[in-house]
C-alpha cells in the first residue's frame, strides 16, 4: 500500500518522449525541445531547460548527470540544476534510444538509420560506431555488467553486442508475426512507406524513403564496426 501519491505532472508543451527517475528528481525529455526536471517531494514548479533541438529520449547516469538524445543526432549533457555541460554529435540522423552503462562510463545512443554510437561519457568521445544497414534501431540496454548491450529494431531481432569491442556476439529473433509488406520486400516504395512512419514518429527532420541509408563515421572516432544486414537491426 503506497504511503503517498506523488501530484500528477502537467505538461503542456509538447509530447513527453521520455522519463527516468533517481529517487529525487523525475527527468523528463519533450519534443518541444525542453528537459524538465520535476522535485517529487513536494509540488513545486519543475526546472526547464530548452535545448537546440527537439528531444527523443533521456537517461541518468550514477552520479546524476543527464543525457538526452536528440533528433539532430546529437546528445545533450547536462547537471541535474539544468546546467549544460556538453554536446556530442553522436550521429547523423535522429537517436531514438539511449542508455548509460550502470558504472556510467558508456553511453549508447541508438538511431534511426540502424546505427549505434558507443560514447565514452567522462571524455565525451565516440569510441565506436556500431554501422547497420539502415534499419531503425528502436531500443538499446546495457547488461549489468557494463561491457554488453541489446540491440531491437525493425526487422524484430534483439542482437547482443560487446560494448567495449564492438564484437557482434549473436541474435535471437522474436516474432514471427505476419508482416503486412512481406510481400513487398525490396520495393521502393515498400521501403519509403516503412521509412515515413519512422520519421513521423520520431523527427520532422529526417528524410524518408532512402533504402541506402548508412551509418557513417565521424572524424575523432577511435574505431568502426561495419557489418552485414545480417547482424545488425
Not at 24 to 42: E, F, H, M, N, Q
Not at 70 to 98: H, K, Q, Y
Not at 189 to 208: L, N, P
Request: glycine share 10%; with cysteine; hydrophobic share 45%.
Amino acid at each position: 500500500k503506497p504511503k503517498s501519491l506523488i501530484p500528477t505532472a502537467k505538461y503542456d508543451a509538447g509530447a513527453v518522449r521520455a522519463l527516468t527517475a533517481d529517487g529525487k528528481s523525475l527527468v523528463s525529455a519533450g519534443y518541444d525541445a525542453t528537459i524538465r526536471i520535476w522535485p517529487l517531494a513536494g509540488t513545486g514548479s519543475p526546472a526547464i531547460v530548452t535545448l537546440p533541438a527537439a528531444l527523443n529520449a533521456v537517461a541518468l547516469a550514477p552520479d546524476g548527470e543527464i543525457a538526452a538524445a536528440a533528433a539532430d543526432g546529437r546528445v545533450f549533457l547536462l547537471a541535474m540544476n539544468g546546467e549544460t555541460r556538453g554536446e556530442i554529435a553522436a550521429l547523423e540522423s535522429p537517436i531514438i534510444s539511449l542508455a548509460i552503462s550502470p558504472d556510467g562510463t558508456l553511453i549508447a545512443a541508438a538511431g534511426i538509420r540502424g546505427s549505434v554510437a558507443i560514447i565514452e561519457r567522462k571524455s565525451r568521445d565516440i569510441a565506436r560506431t556500431l554501422v547497420g544497414p539502415g534499419l531503425p534501431v528502436w531500443s538499446v540496454a546495457f547488461f549489468p555488467d557494463g561491457r554488453t548491450i541489446l540491440t531491437g529494431g525493425t526487422d524484430r531481432l534483439v542482437r547482443r553486442w560487446n560494448a567495449v569491442t564492438g564484437e557482434h556476439i549473436g541474435a535471437v529473433l522474436l516474432s514471427n508475426s505476419d508482416d503486412p509488406l512481406a510481400a513487398y520486400a525490396g520495393d521502393p516504395g515498400a521501403d519509403i512507406y516503412r521509412a515515413c512512419i519512422a520519421c513521423h514518429v520520431t523527427s520532422r527532420r529526417s528524410k524518408a524513403g532512402s533504402n541506402e541509408l548508412k551509418g557513417i563515421s565521424r572524424p575523432g572516432q577511435s574505431s568502426q564496426i561495419s557489418t552485414p544486414a545480417a547482424n545488425m537491426p
